[in-house]
C-alpha cells in the first residue's frame, strides 16, 4: 500500500466555506473514484488555515488509473471550478510505510 498525503493551504477565513462545498461536492466523487480515504484532517495548532488528508492505494499504477479516472468525470471538473477560489497553495506527496507500520 502506499498513501497519497495531501495538504491544501487555504485563503484565510475561508476554512468553514471550503469544508462544506467539500463535503457536499467532493467528496462523494473522490470516494467512488479513489475510495479508500485514510483521513481527512484539519490544522488545531499552527497554520489553522490547513487540511491534510490522505488516501490509500494497492500502488503507483492503482493511483494513478483512480486518479484519471476521477478527473474524466465532470462532477469532479465542476467541482474543481468551484473550489479553486478557496485554495492558495497545495503541497502532496507519496508515503510507503515501513516494514513494523500497522498501515501496510
Same mark, same amino acid.
Request: charged content about 25%.
Given at each position: 500500500m502506499i498513501v497519497d498525503h495531501r495538504t491544501y493551504e487555504l485563503q484565510p477565513g475561508r476554512l468553514?466555506?471550503?469544508l462544506a462545498l467539500y463535503e457536499k461536492e467532493g467528496l462523494p466523487v473522490q470516494l467512488k473514484h479513489l475510495g479508500n480515504l485514510v &483521513? *481527512? *484532517?484539519?490544522?488545531? +495548532? &499552527?497554520? +489553522?488555515n490547513e487540511i491534510v488528508h490522505m488516501w490509500g492505494y494497492e500502488d503507483l499504477a492503482d493511483r494513478t488509473k483512480r486518479r484519471a479516472a476521477m478527473a474524466a468525470d465532470p462532477a469532479w471538473q465542476a467541482y474543481l471550478q468551484k473550489s479553486r477560489e478557496y485554495m492558495k497553495h497545495m503541497n502532496n506527496k507519496i508515503l510507503v510505510p515501513t516494514t513494523f507500520s500497522p498501515t501496510k
Open positions: 468553514r466555506d471550503f &483521513g *481527512y *484532517y484539519t490544522t488545531e +495548532v &499552527g497554520n +489553522v
